[in-house]
């Protein structure tokens, strides 16, 4: 018999079995996922890591392969809004039943042997797309890479987008470091796909030492934009008139390219023909990632909470709206780097409003005001008794054509979109 049959009681149970909520290591995950005998035993994968621009990666792959017609599984993670969007079908989040029937599966056969949450999620999405018999597994990596459970998974492609810091307390405070545990997703010849212009040497020096395939972006390929769409080089293939895609920012050419040579790889395994990846290309969906909600106050939300992403954002709104006021509804975790994501939105930013989370982690006031002093910033608004008395303070102040933006957490825009959307 089943420990639950809901899924809330399966997470409120996981979110308190293991002794810490994050524990990197393959030992014991690798050791259920073989007690699990899935069948069949080798799916296509495409694994993708990366600082920022993963989840962009994962959503073009999806797209594409949807596109062309094939059973597509995507594993991703946080989830926004609830938790089977971490693992979809077909772009649609599997059922709280199929996800309940992996969780008592999975707790079957694993014995004494202790599991995280995110291991827990992670052997369910793949016991899933396992039964449902997906053409392929697109796998986005938690936290890393090399020490992530996705990485009991051999891929056939993997995808490292970018390089920046965050998450130091696991994966080292640089890029180096960083960059190393992210290389740990490669396999000796498979293609190794780095989206990132400037990555740290580590990242190389580990896929040479793997004997990996390496294609990096500006070397195996290339984008050029045009004045209607855009080209893609590698080697002697060529796709030219490609349409935008359709997530915005320039980041996202280097996202789309790197995707591209993903599928141009996998062409002999899964043939993908140019109008899939047009489809898929102007197709893509991905929440809470510049995320525009027009009306006479238009609304952003972003999830992106390090330096690196904040500069991606600084930039979007600089070539989208270099005229529009920016009214900032923010919060973010207190591990995070709270003064250099401040740092690089302050010139852009009119007005503050800083939002109350009840997550342990968030950053308490106190904390966020004493990073704005220190930056010299002016025009900050505190004292909210919630998320709701914040937005709705900006949402008051802001006048007609003035843009409030929502970002710096999931958490933060996941109270947005459950409360307001």
């Known amino acids: 018999m089943a420990r639950f049959e809901s899924l809330a009681n399966w997470l409120t149970w996981q979110e308190q079995f293991h002794p810490r909520p994050i524990d990197l290591g393959l030992e014991r ?11 069949p035993t080798k799916i296509p994968t495409i694994t993708v890591a990366g600082t920022n621009g993963k989840g962009s990666c994962v959503a073009y792959l999806e797209s594409i ?17 609830h938790y089977n969007e971490r693992i979809r079908i077909n772009g649609q989040p599997v059922s709280d039943a199929a996800i309940c029937a992996a969780f008592a599966h999975i707790d079957t056969v694993r014995n004494e042997t202790s599991l995280s949450y995110f291991e827990f999620a992670t052997l369910a999405a793949l016991e899933i797309f396992s039964q449902e018999q997906v053409d392929i597994r697109i796998l986005e990596v938690g936290l890393g890479g090399r020490l992530d459970a996705v990485n009991i998974v051999n891929p056939d492609a993997a995808i490292v987008s970018t390089i920046a810091i965050d998450h130091v307390d696991w994966l080292g405070h640089t890029k180096e470091a960083i960059g190393r545990e992210k290389a740990g997703i490669f396999r000796k010849a498979i ?28 070397d195996a390929f290339v984008y050029e934009k045009q004045a209607h769409g855009w080209n893609w080089t590698a080697d ?3 796709l030219s008139a490609l349409p935008d895609p359709v997530l915005k920012g ?24 140019e109008w899939a990846i047009h489809q898929g290309l102007q197709q893509a969906k991905l929440q809470g990632r510049f995320q525009l909600i027009t009306g006479v106050k238009p609304i952003l939300l972003d999830v992106g909470h390090n330096p690196q992403a904040a500069e991606t954002l600084v ?20 591990d995070k780097d709270i003064p ?18 009840t997550n342990p982690r968030a950053a308490p006031e106190e904390l966020l005001i004493s990073y704005f002093q220190q930056l010299d910033i002016k025009n900050v608004n505190r004292d909210y008794a919630d998320f709701a008395a914040a937005f709705n303070d900006a949402r008051c102040k802001a006048l007609p054509g003035e843009m409030i933006l929502i970002f710096g957490s999931f958490f933060l825009v996941s109270e947005y979109l459950s409360q307001f959307a």
Request: charged share 15%.
């Open 29 to 39: 995950v690798a050791e259920v996922f073989c007690q699990l005998d899935l069948k």
């Open 340 to 357: 250099g994501v401040l740092a690089k939105m302050q010139d852009c930013v009119a007005q503050w409003y800083l939002a109350p989370l």
């Open 191 to 218: 293609p190794a796909i780095i989206g990132d212009t400037q990555p740290p040497a580590s990242l190389l020096e580990t896929a040479a030492a793997l004997q990996a395939n390496v294609l990096q972006i500006g």
């Open 315 to 334: 930039d979007y709104l600089q070539t989208y709206f270099p005229t529009v006021k920016i009214h900032a509804v923010f919060a973010m975790m207190k």
């Open 65 to 81: 392969y949807l596109a062309q017609g094939y059973k597509v599984g995507a594993y991703t993670s946080p989830h926004i809004l």
């Open 236 to 238: 002697q293939l060529k």
């Open 250 to 273: 320039e980041h996202q050419y280097r996202n789309a390219s790197a995707v591209l040579m993903a599928v141009m790889s996998l062409q002999k395994v899964l043939p993908v023909d």
